[in-house]
């Protein structure tokens, strides 16, 4: 898939591994019919895709595979604010695969290690955790409150990506645990350091073939009505691949790739600039146990995008010190293999699907509020 590292936004996008698999074998289908009343002579946009004889295993969705388990041990915790009648404990979440345990913290004994289950050999299941990082959560319960709440303290991150390989891992890592809110805690406390061993006792993957990353991002909508700019924190964006043409019931149909389920209102100049994760940022609570490392510069925010042919945007007319957008800055995380990156290649290239961003109220998600579509070629020729 063509791409210019000089372009910061790029809609590019990823169906699971089944989705893509069936959608090239309907591709095959209808290039089977337009073939018998095609010449020989025929440009590649319209030849048809070509077959894999061998598909690796890696790539499919297998059922009744293996279950591994990746394990993270807490191996040191530093600058934990322990309190008399307070109960710290720790906890792992993952919500893409509904993982979730917790542990209580002792300062006198040692936590045996989180154990989540992966399935082995599964793309889908690597990309769910390339979409999301594993978040690590500190509690805190206090026995002298009546309602004993756990509330958050800190909240970090680890990217388990990296030991999706066809080799068994074993590594020690430092994560950081960045306060957030310390309402009704009465606890002072700073960036707690923690120290994990992360192993696995077999490989996560059969082949180690991924060949390309691809990052979605949606940064900011710009010119909005008042009326939807007042519930900014309840819209939700969504993008899909739609077909171009009409299937049996004179209907486009229409495959949803990923959303963003969170926008905030505000001066575009005092817009937090750091990339949130979207699958663990809800809320308007921006902790940097969220953030990602990727950001934008401002002082580049209309700079080498890909607008619509023909049609005046007037950046130049946007005063970023005085005028508000619906704020996101969230962003999500793809691999591909071979496979996939060939099927995902063929779908842009033979031209019968466009990319639909639609933005909606979250409690009323048929009811879109605003909609754009791209078209897909710009992803094989960014810079034509």
Not at 231 to 237: C, F, T, Y
Not at 359 to 368: E, M, N
Request: include cysteine; proline fraction near 3%; aromatic fraction near 10%.
């Amino acid at each position: 898939m063509a791409s210019s590292s000089q372009y910061r936004i790029k809609m590019v996008s990823i169906l699971s591994d089944k989705e893509l698999l069936r959608y090239q074998e309907v591709l095959k289908k209808r290039t089977s019919k337009k073939g018998k009343s095609k010449t020989t002579n025929q440009s590649v946009q319209s030849s048809p895709i070509l077959e894999q004889e061998i598909v690796p295993e890696s790539s499919i969705e297998k059922t009744g595979s293996n279950k591994v388990f990746m394990y993270l041990q807490l191996q040191n915790i530093i600058n934990v604010p322990y309190a008399d009648n307070k109960r710290l404990f720790i906890s792992l979440r993952h919500n893409n695969t509904n993982y979730a345990d917790e542990k209580e913290l002792d300062e006198n004994t040692r936590l045996s290690a989180f154990a989540i289950p992966i399935e082995q050999y599964n793309m889908d299941v690597a990309n769910a955790f390339s979409d999301e990082p594993v978040a690590i959560i500190l509690t805190v319960v206090s026995e002298e409150e009546n309602d004993a709440t756990e509330k958050t303290i800190a909240q970090g991150q680890i990217d388990l990506i990296h030991f999706f390989t066809n080799k068994r891992t074993v590594v020690s890592t430092e994560i950081l645990l960045y306060p957030t809110s310390f309402e009704h805690i009465d606890l002072e406390m700073g960036t707690c350091k923690t120290v994990w061993h992360v192993y696995s006792l077999l490989p996560l993957m059969r082949y180690e073939d991924f060949n390309n990353m691809i990052f979605i991002t949606i940064e900011s909508i710009y010119n909005a009505s008042s009326d939807i700019m007042d519930i900014a924190q309840s819209l939700g964006v969504s993008l899909s691949f739609r077909s171009k043409f009409p299937n049996e019931i004179n209907e486009f149909d229409t495959t949803k790739i990923c959303t963003f389920n969170y926008l905030d209102r505000g001066l575009i100049i005092d817009q937090d600039t750091t990339y949130r994760w979207a699958s663990i940022s809800m809320d308007e609570s921006h902790n940097l146990g969220q953030s990602t490392d990727c950001s934008i510069s401002l002082h580049k925010l209309f700079s080498d995008l890909l607008c619509t042919e023909g049609v005046d945007f007037n950046f130049d007319g946007i005063s970023m010190a005085k005028e508000e957008a619906l704020i996101c800055n969230l962003l999500r995380r793809y691999i591909l293999d071979e496979v996939l990156n060939n099927i995902l290649e063929a779908v842009i290239v033979y031209d019968e699907q466009e990319l639909i961003i639609e933005v909606y109220d979250r409690a009323q998600p048929d009811s879109i509020l605003l909609r754009g579509t791209i078209d897909l070629s710009i992803f094989l020729y960014p810079d034509g």
